[in-house]
Nanobody, 127 residues
């Protein structure tokens, strides 16, 4: 059973930065296909950034050029560097993991749906 634990949230002023961390445990090797999501009360959880199976990052348009996803594969830690934070970035941020499957010829792809979640970490950005 994969366990995900986020940390690094907090309260900052607009324009400042935060770095979120997510430690993944319970799996014997590097976990691909991980991502970051966020949710505000009354709204659906939205994807912020993720890695595909080839470690290519993908970002929501709202955070592109401000946020950066990275991974320490040796220690199975996922990061989200958030720069130039805006009040609209205020949310609970979740780390997510999903499965993957072989498509033949040595290639694999990530599943579409994320199925494993951390407990979340609150990020509050004031103007």
């Amino acid at each position: 059973q994969v366990r995900l634990v986020e940390s690094g949230g907090g309260s900052v002023q607009a324009g400042e930065s935060l770095r979120l961390s997510c430690v993944a445990s319970g799996y014997g090797s590097t976990i691909p296909c991980m991502g970051w999501f966020r949710q505000v009360p009354g709204k659906e959880r939205e994807e912020v950034a993720d890695f595909d199976y080839e470690d290519n990052p993908h970002y929501a348009e709202s955070v592109k050029d401000r946020f950066s996803i990275s991974q320490d594969k040796a220690n199975n830690i996922l990061y989200l560097q958030m720069n130039s934070l805006k009040p609209e970035d205020t949310a609970v941020y979740y780390c997510g993991a999903r499965g993957w499957s072989s498509v033949g010829l040595g290639a694999s792809v990530c599943e579409t749906e994320f199925s494993m979640w951390g407990q979340g970490t609150q990020v509050t950005v004031s103007s």
